[in-house]
Antibody
Framework: QVQLQESGPGLVKPSETLSLTCTVS????????WGWIRQPPGKGLECIGY???????IYNPSLKSRVIISVDTSKNQFSLNMRSVTAADTAVYYC???????????WGQGTLVTVSS | EILMTQSPATLSLSPGERATLSCRAS??????LAWYQQKPGQAPRLLIY???TRATGIPARFSGGGSGTEFAFTISSLQSEDFAVYYC????????FGQGTRLEIK
């Protein structure tokens, strides 16, 4: 079982870019897909997107224009960049590993990102 | 986008009772469905994948079934630690989640 840990600013100003990193330990990032999921306070789960190495990236169509997910194999990390954020982007952001058929079998603990001036 | 609809929104039961949760997909997802449990302040935990396969370490009281567009998740005899929010997720096309079912103590 791998361990995942999100890191990044907990507060981002409106119109700026949200940047988070997920560090993977206990396994290589060169296998499996890796994804980002978010959960606004008191609400349900939303998949932002997922990536396999740098070869294939799938984004939620509703967020695709604002999001980039990338992988750094040398650091065993993957990252999320979301530009032009608004208060609606306030959420707990989780990173996760996707299992063989794209279910999410290991999760980070999550990090709360608040968008506010 | 495949829409996932869970019912009921809230289920109130007592320990020892049987819980059955439903999940419906807007189009066929074959058996590309997972179930997760989420407790307050925690990340979701994978319970079931491929509609009916228990994830590693998940007790046998948790089970799942269904195919196509209709799915069910059952807890055969509720334990105190089972009261939580449960989500279904399809992975036939992209990834989308249901809105969740809150399982609360009656």
């Amino acid at each position: 079982q791998v361990q995942l840990q999100e890191s990044g600013p907990g507060l981002v100003k409106p119109s700026e870019t949200l940047s988070l990193t997920c560090t993977v330990s206990g396994g290589s990032i060169s296998s499996y897909y890796w994804g980002w999921i978010r959960q606004p306070p008191g609400k349900g789960l939303e998949c932002i997107g997922y990536i396999y190495l740098s070869a294939r990236t799938i984004y939620n169509p509703s967020l695709k224009s604002r999001v980039i997910i990338s992988v750094d194999t040398s650091k065993n990390q993957f990252s999320l960049n979301m530009r032009s954020v608004t208060a609606a982007d306030t959420a707990v952001y989780y990173c996760a590993r996707l299992g063989t058929n794209y279910f999410l079998d290991d999760w980070g603990q999550g990090t709360l990102v608040t968008v506010s001036s | 986008e495949i829409l996932m609809t869970q019912s009921p929104a809230t289920l109130s039961l007592s320990p020892g009772e049987r819980a059955t949760l439903s999940c419906r997909a807007s189009q066929s997802i074959i058996t590309n469905l997972a179930w997760y449990q989420q407790k307050p302040g925690q990340a979701p935990r994978l319970l079931i994948y491929d509609a009916s396969t228990r994830a590693t370490g998940i007790p046998a009281r948790f089970s799942g079934g269904g195919s196509g567009t209709e799915f069910a998740f059952t807890i055969s005899s509720l334990q105190s630690e089972d009261f939580a929010v449960y989500y279904c997720q399809q992975y036939k096309t992209g990834i989308t989640f249901g809105q969740g079912t809150r399982l609360e103590i009656k």
